[in-house]
């Protein structure tokens, strides 16, 4: 399958790096970057043409199917291009910069009549949390009645401002949450927590979420940017008779100087890099088929309406506004 | 040391079978129980003799110092009759029903004019919570943000109502964290979270509560009293460069069928007996000297009034309203 | 690069669907088996053809690569086919049933004059293993020692037979100590050791054996193919300040029933699964560049004369006569 | 009871400290060192009487109950002279410097016809070994075929010469594996392996044994004295079913710098500082019937026997030679 990649960043050059190296079944073909240079060089190494415009990259007759990795305020209408012309994409998060924007692609995808947008939340396609869902799925451990995140970097870069830790970085909460569960979330409240002194000033850092879903089981969810030690997503849902918890990914137990140490991945990249290959295999073997696996648009615009909520909430429960959910996308998980 | 004991149920009788064959430098002398048949067993066991009031154990010329093990009401009453007669006294928690009852008590021992009190909150003597609060000391982690807790019980027994889960359960991690941070707490908030099935009616189980000390950090804490698999007390302290957590105690791992397992305990008994003959030991040896080790009554009070606020919160964020802390009690800790 | 499959049973079978699903740059495009139906079932999934002699593979025109994984005792001729052929070939392990005939294979290669061969030790790419030699190589924990290995199967099927557990299981201990040491193992013993009465009484099971290095380190390896419970594989290299080890792979922890269990994988599939994908990944990127990745034909020849020793040890040290390595092996490992 | 403690260097004064401080029912009245200085400023401390020679401390009619705990080539002349005397001992490890010495005190202690000595092997008191035993003996591995050992110190003074790795460290695995496992080791191996150029000279350090049990169970033991980075004992039974193993004790985990660190303990008072107290509290129920707990006096022959086999062993098998146990020893372990 021939793919168009718009945006040759540090994420899309990954993603074209695996395309072409860890994935079956694809070639990239076409490239586009605003930074004409990088596109080229990108192009060159993957042997792709490099386009002028994104949309060029999506009516390229010989592109079969696109991945939009540009930043995140162009996502929602590359993705509606992407649809009016029929073919399959894969948008790295955020669907789009707000709800309104995300549920016009909703909208575009159910006139269209078919899946053809798959939204980049790779942690569906990890080993942790698959086994956390089988665990869940098969009743291990009753009724789910809790959930209990933390989600750490090790720092970020000054241009991470204002809300993104929960437009961008608890969105994979939410909707690994959304998935675990197998419902909506509904509300969303943003505690006051300290700020770390070590954190820019402009952002509040960490932050203490609470979430609430339609059927009343409370996740609280931390969120941690500049956490400084390591890279630590962690995940328990507690449930009637027992609970199912995210292990520590591990490469090995080295005892030195009187402690056991258990190295820590720094980055997303050491934690869910092969969750990456596996959710662009799946894509791959979707798109071939002209349609999309895992998490949809409607995911998308349900993580971007929550983020939404927990923004607006300043420390007040503040219920998420969502729409109907259409039929198209009534598959096997949230009824 | 002669010992009295006052209240010969399953814990008071605990106390003593731990002074009695555990502890150096004690021997129970005296007993008292509503229930003299079972009181008369116990002395009988003990070697000691069985009096007619509770009071009549605290006047016992020989009794130096007194374990009050009976139900909670008459906690405070107790103590203050100990601290007239100038005698030690450990007291199981909760030292009063109200945190007026205990302010009373805090009142009392300053106008005596030297500890005497000392109140049963074991954890501060748990191997794991000595681990943590060495390594807050040390600054490992840098200055704490915020703190994850969990308190999970297998299940209570009916008499267990209402809102004993804050009053009795959660009072444990309010000591906890007040001792590991060194600083009170000012606020509590109990978030609304789904009702176990499996647990009887006329509780809230789980229970979801918010705590903010003096200085802004904020403590979740889980409290499940019907957790159903194990007794499970966690506690993670979030820092500016780190973490730090309670490990998992641990009898061994069996590989078994499919699994790595390791035994979690299933009582209080099992997690904490340890920390119950070490409170014990080091209170012999205050008392011998005549004072008291550890938890104070000022920090009986705070435990109970925060408790208090977090009944009182119903789900919106209430202030603690403690009284100023006299000199007697600004020793090494909370200054 | 299309590639050439020998042998289409469950190994065989595994292999194309992971060349096909998992893997860039490869397609099969050729099968045999002696099952001519099953091979006729496989190409036919596969899009490839079947021939009707395993030398029609190798001679096969279009065919680029060979992935060998008939039985064991077909390999070396197989390999030898291959190398006259000039084609790039992984083997999978043993790459012979004797040490003269893997030395045969090594020396037609030397012949040849570059690297063809590549041995299907997969563990080489598993990421645990690959953070015990990082950790050797940066020096962490000083200079290796002892080695303890342990390699649990949780069963074996009848065809299992005599010294197996040596000469095909073992095989993956002495191929991952000699790369993580890079060092040869120049003498084995085999330990008598109690037989399970739950294993084939025509197997001696468990195994104890000990390894000994050039440089003198001694490695204690457990095989036990009947070990019931799960797929159990560990290793801790103890160094001269410190020690390093494989840590459990983990796909998350239940805690239920008065135990907190992480699941163990009960096969190598579900153990080592990636470890094949990354290693015929690696195996594609250098066959289509003309040459091997990894464990070479020296390294196959090397661990089937350590398990041909241990075989012959009968409890006493018995030593590994080796070969002199060619020059052609003596790449970044084992100097 | 009235105990007298023979040997007040740092083993004998950490007794004495957890008789007085840490015991019920015990009360040290009598010591002796032959560092009389020591003695004395050990005596003050405790309140105890210094005596002139050992044997005074031994005829001290208040003494009850005596603790060995000088050097050990004194213990098994004194233990025969507390048998004399018909006063219950606890005898520090070794029991005796060779199994002919030690036999003397068995054949003494069977003529005096009842247990009055008990052998400092404390690991059997320790909850982790406990947890091994209870598994055990629940079955739950099925039959035991194998056991790994592993016995590291950071290091050891330059006292500690020639075979003490094996008569004085083996001996707690000899010990632990014969009680966990209820039966006798009769042969032993030193295996050749490299020695540490981190350790003193004239130490082989570390080293690999085997040991056989009475019915062919084979146990493998590291013992490396000068493993620098932590004091770790570990146990690992190999069943027919499953296994269990002793679970690293923590006192906490630190997420810092890109990794997870459980603290190990540095030295064996912090990793069997517990076990030692509980060991002392046993001795104490059991002296103040008149008998003994535990260990015995078979216990500390039969480790010696095989600690001489070892250090006999020299690289070949070797029996141990063991006695015919005596009626007196057949008690509920060790049929």
Redesign the interface.
């Known amino acids: 399958m021939n793919v168009g990649v718009i945006g040759t960043g540090a994420i899309g050059t990954d993603h074209i790096r695996r395309?072409?190296?860890?994935?079956?079944?694809?070639r990239v073909t076409a490239v586009f970057d605003v930074d004409t240079a990088r596109a080229a060089t990108v192009a060159a190494m993957a042997g792709a043409a490099s386009h002028r415009e994104a949309d060029d990259v999506i009516d390229d007759p010989a592109v079969e199917a696109v991945l939009v990795a540009s930043p995140g305020d162009t996502h929602a209408d590359l993705v509606l291009a992407c649809i009016a012309a029929g073919k399959p994409v894969l948008c790295e998060k955020p669907l789009a910069s707000t709800s309104d924007a995300a549920l016009k692609v909703v909208e575009a995808e159910v006139t269209y009549g078919r899946r053809l947008v798959q939204v980049g939340f790779m942690r569906r396609y990890d080993?942790?949390y698959?086994?956390?869902k089988?665990?869940l799925a098969a009743g291990?451990?009753?009724?789910p009645?809790?959930v209990?995140c933390?989600h750490r970097n090790v720092s970020v870069p000054p241009s991470f401002t204002g809300d993104m830790s929960l437009t961008d970085s608890l969105v994979h909460e939410v909707d690994a949450c959304r998935w675990l569960l197998d419902q909506e979330i509904v509300a969303a409240t943003v505690?006051?927590?300290?700020h770390?002194?070590?954190a820019l000033p402009q952002l509040r850092d960490?932050r203490?979420v609470?979430l609430e879903t339609e059927?009343?089981?409370?996740i609280?969810a931390?969120v941690?940017v500049n956490?400084?030690?390591?890279y630590?997503v962690r995940c328990e849902v507690?449930g009637?008779?027992?609970?199912?918890?995210?292990?520590?990914?591990?490469?090995?137990?080295?005892?030195?100087?009187?402690?056991?140490?258990?190295?820590?991945p720094?980055d997303w990249e050491a934690r869910f890099g092969?969750a990456y290959v596996d959710e662009l295999?799946a894509w791959v073997?979707a798109a071939s088929q002209g349609t999309a696996d895992g998490p949809s648009a409607w995911d998308g615009y349900a993580a971007t309406a929550v983020a939404e909520a927990a923004v607006a909430s300043r420390g007040a429960r503040t219920k998420v506004d969502l729409a109907e959910r259409p039929g198209l996308y009534s598959g096997e998980s949230l009824p």
Chains 1, 2, 3, 4 share one sequence.
Do not use: K, N, W
Request: hydrophobic letters at 45%; glycine letters at 16%; a negative charge.
């Open positions: 395309l072409t190296g860890r994935v079956a079944g694809a080993g942790g698959l086994g956390v089988t665990a291990r451990i009753g009724e009645l809790l209990h933390v505690v006051d927590v300290p770390s002194p070590l960490p203490l609470l059927r009343g089981i409370v609280d931390e941690f956490a400084r030690y390591g630590d507690v009637t008779t027992g609970t199912v918890a995210l292990d520590a990914p591990s490469t090995g137990v080295v005892a030195l100087e009187g402690g056991r140490v258990q190295a820590l720094m092969q295999q073997d």
